[in-house]
């Protein structure tokens, strides 16, 4: 095992009726910004739960958050911040609401450019404290230090990370998920299942609790994903997609082992891009970068097959080869679509992704730093 | 899933070296008080880790807090941080001292008998800071609010738990547990894998992750227990056994779900009338539990059967009784004797067992409440 930091103070109110109880985790004289994204938090009474549970406090909005949020919008309610003098932000969404929000609260007292708390991963300095009110069960935002932020004048995605953007508190409501169509739903299981397997998929690194709790999430959201697909007012199906979400990235399952990650950053590029949902964009990558590394990720490929897809006959290249369709079929299964060719995007998209890739400093990629450009290449066309 | 509030604000490091980043992690002018047992840190040099990370800071000592640490002991700290205006505490050492410097932290400001902490669960309102470096894998004291404490005037042992006396900070380093001997070993394994029994196996509560987390934990020690024994210098086997020994008593696996606690109640009586080590009691107790609450436990029981030891041929009744044989086979196999005979204690223990439960308002154990002086008086009776 790796020698490692952990830190993960966020805390979680899980359940029915919890947006009730935020009221007493913002301090009582504060001057909170409720940041939201298009407006079904309006359609499906989450809002109103939530001036419910503030009534009497000092409060401003901020709405119209758009998926992957935008830096031209992010800027907007930085200067409401300043002008209005808000001292608190309550993000009330899905990831990119909470990513968003997590920008607002490191740019507001940033000096200089916040887009280069991105760009040039200038570091935070201080930020607005923040709680959340997550309605989409996919990211793990809730309970992590991650920010993804799109600049939409340069269609640049990029990400930073910060311990000063926890969020004080997130609120987990699972009822609150159950109007969300389907296609956000599957795209939130491919999610969290590729954030399992970029810290999983690996080498093995001894460190088998890690592994077996990583198998734990990947195994839940197989089991629990289509019983909530089929019935998305089954409270239980749901609460455990949830948590699953969460558990699948707030740093538990990666102490103390080696991470991989090319499947989201070249996945970020083709959102950039070419606008696909960022699970739509996993479930293409992640499948063709199993198999073009699959000699170096032998080990951990074969220890998935057999735990969790139960992969036991068949020499070492099929059984991988088997685990690599049956993740592809999961993906569909749940309704996200696996080639780039379901999406419209054509391999003369190859260049331009790599061009950004380089830009971005993303030439050394992978738990081996070796998923150099021309590795990208074959990833890509594996996608077609 | 039942609703669900987590928080653990416990910054862990983890691994080689650690301890010379501790320095970092307490305030600049604090005068420090490092707590520890009686003087193993000095034999095997974690004791001079400490000093050197702490040159040059303002540092006092107390030692002597003994296994089931003394209320008596722990006052005499509390009597050296009120006069030398001591405001951040170290504790350096297994469970015990941990526990101790809990209660010290909590004591110092308690206005009142702080036995009172303990006896009438009177709340702690105010507490020192306090990191501490664990030098033994068992009882998760590093990573939680738990605290049992020993009043050896009257061999009461209670327990109290308050957020206020999380660890600011944990060092984990497996190397500092080189030189424990076999039987505390032994200790910890079985220690960590009770704390998770009382956790996991109660009755269903359709929370699959936790579940599948919590047995992630029994396989782990039940795999790594063995080897970490057979080669105390084997790295990964012994920094697996002290991760899951954190894992098993952090919270996290009893998010939603039932919990149980009878054999720990138990066990902390036969501590304190007879003074068997902390795990021993439980190796007594569990397997005992097990058999005579099969019945309202048989859920969980034929699923700990099948998931963590493999069992699936033979009847339900077949295969519970297994599943227990095999927990207590467990236990022995790591050197913790699992009757009350192997300690020297008869059955005639049992009435004054069950008068101090009645003391301390222990007549309603267990997930369901209804472990009851009757039913502690058959656990006892099969653990002879």
Sequence with gaps: MENFAFYNPVKILFGKGQIANIAAEIPADAKILITYGCGSIKANGVYDQVKSALAGRNVFEFGGIEPNPHLETLLKAVELIRKEGIDFLLAVGGGSVLDGTKFIAAAVHFVGDPWDILAKQAPVTAALPFGAVLTLPATGSEMNTNSVITKWETQEKLYFASPLVFPRFSV????????????????????????????YLTYPANAPLQDRMAE????????????????????????????????????????????????????????ALHGLDHAQTLAVVLPSTLTIRRDRKSQKLLQYAERVWGIVDGDEAERVKEAIAKTRNFFESVGVRTHLSDYGVGLDTIPAIIKNLEKHGMTALGEYKDVNPQVVEQILTLSA
Tied chains: 1, 2.
């Design 172 to 199: 987990l409501d699972p009822e609150t998920t159950f109007s969300l169509p389907p296609r956000q739903i599957g795209n939130g299981i491919v999610d969290a299942y590729t954030h399992v397997m970029e810290q």
């Design 216 to 271: 734990s999430i990947l195994k839940t959201l197989i089991e629990e994903g289509p019983k909530t697909l089929a019935n998305p007012q089954d409270y239980d199906a749901r609460a455990n997609l949830v948590w699953s979400a969460t558990m699948a990235l707030n740093g538990l399952i990666a102490v103390g082992v080696p991470q991989d990650w090319t499947t989201h950053m070249i996945g970020h590029e083709l959102t």
